[in-house]
Nanobody
Framework: QVQVEESGGRTVEAGGALTLSCVVSGNTGHAKCMGWWRQVGDRAREMVVL???????RYADSAKGRFNVSRDLAKKTLTLEMNNLKLEDTAMYFCGMGRCDYGLKDWFWGQGAQVTVSS
């Protein structure tokens, strides 16, 4: 059974920083893509950053220059450093891992970590 556990979510003031961590355990088969998505209420989940099997990384425009991701595929860990946080970064952040050629609905997901940015 695969478990995805996020940690590090908290309330932080605008302009501040925090780090989210993700650890995946269990048999993930050929899954080698990892990433962070975020969701506000019932709105669609949006990608924050995607790390592909070869390490190629894609950031959402909103994350470029402020967020930095690091991945250890062997340990199945993913860390997201978020700097200069803005009110609009408030969301539930989800860590996902899956096969790069699979749709996101077939990925493994955690329960999420709430990030709240206050003014």
């Amino acid at each position: 059974q695969v478990q995805v556990e996020e940690s590090g979510g908290r309330t932080v003031e605008a302009g501040g920083a925090l780090t989210l961590s993700c650890v995946v355990s269990g048999n993930t088969g050929h899954a080698k893509c990892m990433g962070w998505w975020r969701q506000v209420g019932d709105r669609a989940r949006e990608m924050v950053v995607l790390v592909e099997a070869d390490g190629w990384t894609r950031y959402a425009d909103s994350a470029k220059g402020r967020f930095n991701v690091s991945r250890d595929l062997a340990k199945k860990t993913l860390t997201l450093e978020m700097n200069n946080l803005k009110l609009e970064d408030t969301a539930m952040y989800f860590c996902g891992m899956g096969r790069c050629d699979y749709g996101l609905k077939d990925w493994f997901w955690g329960q999420g970590a709430q990030v709240t940015v206050s003014s």
